[in-house]
């Protein structure tokens, strides 16, 4: 079983829509991750949080907003997508991100922009 | 640009057969992790590598670390159809802090 729970594990949405992935740590883990990956390729990296600030910014557009509420928590909030958007999301987390070593990751939230 | 490149990008073999996965990178990096990735679920970690030159077995699967720091390698004795899955090599270049994913490579081992 992962140690970096995400809900939702799938979700649909429309253009228009508001929604949020969430993720959930409980190892002490200070850096938290968001990776998007499409179908058949490597996991990309979107963000990084070190001790609840906001570290890298891959420079995803701002349809993507992520959050971390407290060292345990993580959110992507999610507000006007469009289908290309449409792909496995990845929490993972690290005891730290400047040489971060090894990353947990969630099961992924699927999601499916209509 | 891609900093590490897998080969091969997709590989189908027989139950039993012998099979090696190249990670290759122009950076050095202080540690490289492999991960197996199944469809619909996140990486789970294999190994981690730390020292130049180091070999680690984990059951059939051996991982090498190059001499240099800039490029891995993961062997696979006698496939099994439960080593089907996507590959992937992942680490910090140096002089960086981004913690990247290899291109990746596609196992399927066929019963």
């Known amino acids: 079983d992962t140690e970096v729970t995400q809900t939702p594990k799938h979700l649909v949405m429309g253009m228009t829509n508001k929604k949020s992935l969430k993720c959930e740590q409980h190892?002490?883990?200070?850096?938290m991750y968001w990776y998007k990956q499409k179908a058949k390729k490597p996991p990309e990296l979107m963000f990084v949080?070190?001790?609840?600030?906001?570290?890298i910014n891959e420079s995803v557009p701002s349809r993507f907003s992520p959050e971390c509420p407290n060292s345990s928590l993580l959110n992507l909030h999610l507000h006007a997508l469009q289908p290309e958007d449409s792909a496995l999301y990845l929490c993972?987390?690290?005891?730290?991100?400047?040489?971060?070593?090894?990353?947990?990751f969630g099961e992924g939230s699927r999601l499916t922009v209509l | 640009t891609q900093l590490l490149e897998q080969s091969p990008q997709f590989l189908s073999i027989q139950e039993g057969e012998n099979l090696t996965v190249y990670c290759n990178s122009s950076?050095?990096?202080?540690?490289l992790q492999w991960y197996r990735q199944e469809p619909g679920e996140g990486p789970v970690l294999l190994v981690t590598?730390?020292?130049?030159?180091e070999v680690k077995k984990l059951k059939r699967l051996t991982f090498q670390f190059g001499d240099a720091r800039k490029d891995s390698s993961l062997h696979i004795t006698a496939a099994q159809p439960g080593d089907t899955g996507l590959y992937l090599c992942?680490?910090?270049?140096?002089?960086?802090?981004?913690?990247?994913f290899g291109t990746g490579t596609r196992l399927k081992v066929l019963a």
């Open positions: 949080y070190s001790y609840e600030k906001l570290s």
């Open positions: 950076s050095v990096f202080s540690s």
């Open positions: 992942a680490g910090v270049p140096s002089g960086t802090y981004k913690y990247i």
């Open positions: 590598v730390v020292t130049g030159g």
């Open positions: 993972a987390s690290s005891q730290g991100s400047r040489a971060p070593g090894e990353l947990f």
């Open positions: 190892m002490g883990h200070r850096a």
